[in-house]
């Protein structure tokens, strides 16, 4: 599965994104995963869509931001609401299957204060 994460982009604190991530092929089986990365630090999962539709977040985008899916289109979404100047990082879709994990190439998100 190739993955394309876009929609990142600079906004004001306070603001909102929404970034997209685009499937090669289909995902309908496929639990999917935002994680962001600022340079020098860890990759961090920030949230996770389950094939079922259940969605989990880390604790600090809780409440702002929101995960969903598009079985058809093959594509997965992030809202990002009330956006602070600590969400600034590269963001990555990522997926797995039996046999490898698949990461996007990253689209970057800066808020600024």
């Known amino acids: 599965v190739q993955l394309q994460a876009s929609g990142g982009g600079l906004v004001q604190a306070g603001g909102s994104l929404n970034l997209s991530c685009a499937a090669s092929?289909?995902?309908?089986?496929?639990?999917m995963d935002w994680y962001r990365q600022v340079p020098g630090k860890q990759r961090d999962l920030v949230a996770t869509i389950t094939s079922s539709g259940n969605t989990n977040y880390v604790d600090s985008v809780k409440g702002r931001f929101t995960i969903s899916r598009d079985n058809v289109k093959n594509m997965v979404y992030l809202e990002m609401n009330n956006l602070k100047p600590e969400d600034t990082a590269v963001y990555f879709c990522k997926t797995s299957n039996n046999y490898r994990t698949y990461w996007g190439q990253g689209t970057l998100v800066t808020v600024s204060s």
């Open positions: 092929r289909s995902i309908f089986l496929l639990d």
